[in-house]
């Protein structure tokens, strides 16, 4: 189990970005963001689930991102299959390819605009409850609870995943700053404990080094309060210093033109090391996330892993395998200080090194947040076009 794997030290592999990556493969529609593949195009859902096993992932995340009935049906966004139907296909998926390696299956949940649009704590943890009944029924091994804006929101998830009697873990997409009502990481962290969660930690909207960051804020605060967690980072392969609270989402580029942000393999060595030295045991990654990277982790970490995963058969560690290239002066690339030093060009000469990002400053309660299971409508978009026109 998780808990005994975590408890023992072991380092556990999370998987990577399932919406990014499916969406660049023609399998997620960007925008509603949500995980209708699992049902609709399995094949392509359990060849990533293959690829990040081979990679080095202990753990098949179900496709279930976003997978509420509320979130299914918002704003115009017509389903052919039930949320039901979606998350008995994500969990049977992932327990296919788990099973076929020393992999774990989590079941996972997500915020809600019914939260976004101040309904009730017993109308929001409904809709939780409907997700976890499938889970329970595929026996999943641990459930989480991520991507989640407002503490209290997922303080809610996890008192309704407690009820299942399996393990529990917890991660904000918030930064340094702390949730968008102004929580710090360190008070986070303490009520996702006091609520039920054994593992707490980051996901998303911000890049490796400030998710470790955040998580480091999150066990000061917990070590503070006299509980005891263990700790968690799957941050974006994007990266983010130029964010703001809201982190990526609002960068002008998001999220279509992301590209030139993304992490190389060694940048995600670096990660995996300095994760591992902040005392975080459970580390993966999230939206941009390929397989690639999560080898890199699993490389990072072999000596304190004690193997190499699959992938590596066909990756020579720190390029090594370059020795075999016909030119000479790639040949030369074949070691380790060469791609620690190398400092990557863009091949944009005309781009800045950074954004702008959005600073709208709205959450929960405002008006423009209320979510409808209408479509969008034109008089609806204007405003927001001529306010972003603007630059407000």
């Given amino acids: 189990g998780i808990l005994e794997r975590l408890d023992a030290g072991e380092v556990v592999i999370g998987d990577g970005g399932f919406v990014f990556a499916l969406e660049k493969r023609g399998y997620v529609k960007a925008g509603p963001w949500t995980p209708e593949a699992a049902a609709e195009h ?12 081979r990679a080095g992932s202990n753990v098949m995340q179900t496709f279930t991102f976003y997978a509420s009935d509320d979130k299914l049906e918002n704003r115009g966004h017509t389903q052919r299959f039930t949320g039901q139907q979606i998350n008995e296909a994500a969990c049977d998926l992932a327990r296919e390819v788990a099973s076929e390696g020393d992999a774990l299956v989590a ?6 605009p019914s939260y976004l649009s101040c309904k009730s704590e017993d109308d929001v943890k409904t809709i939780f409850k409907k997700q976890i009944d499938v889970f329970v029924q ?26 299942t009697g399996k393990p529990v873990a917890a991660t904000l997409c918030i930064g340094p700053e702390g949730d968008l009502n102004g929580v710090s990481p360190g008070d986070c962290a303490v009520r996702l404990v006091k609520a039920g969660a054994q593992i707490v930690g980051i996901n998303c909207h911000f890049d490796p080094e400030t998710c470790v960051k955040t ?29 703001n609270r809201q982190g990526f989402i609002d960068l002008p580029e998001f999220p279509f033109s992301l590209e030139p942000r993304i992490l190389t393999r060694w940048d995600m060595q670096k990660y995996a090391r300095e994760a591992y030295n902040a005392g975080i045991r459970y580390i993966g990654g999230c939206c941009g996330f390929e397989p690639y990277h999560i080898r890199a982790l699993a490389e990072e970490l072999a000596p304190e892993r004690g193997f190499l995963p699959a992938g590596s058969e066909k990756h020579g560690t720190w390029g090594s395998g370059l020795d075999m290239h016909t030119k000479p002066w790639v040949r030369a690339r ?25 600073g709208w400053g709205i959450t929960k309660g405002h008006a423009d947040l209320m979510q409808q299971k209408e479509a969008t409508s034109q008089d609806q978009l204007k405003p927001l076009f001529d306010r972003a026109d603007k630059g407000l």
């Fill in 107 to 112: 079941g996972g949940v997500s915020q809600t």
């Fill in 215 to 243: 998580v480091k804020m999150m066990k000061e605060g917990v070590e503070k309060a006299g509980l005891k967690a263990h700790y968690m980072s799957q941050p974006l392969a994007y990266h983010t210093p130029d964010c």
């Fill in 138 to 163: 595929k026996d999943v091994d641990f459930l989480i609870a991520e991507y989640f804006e407002h503490v209290e929101e997922a303080e809610w998830a996890v008192q309704v995943l407690k009820t």
């Fill in 42 to 53: 399995p094949e392509a859902v359990r060849q990533l689930h293959r690829e990040f096993l």
């Fill in 334 to 358: 074949a070691r380790r200080d060469y791609w620690e030093k190398l400092k990557p060009a863009s091949g944009r000469p005309f781009c800045p090194s950074m954004s702008v990002p959005d």
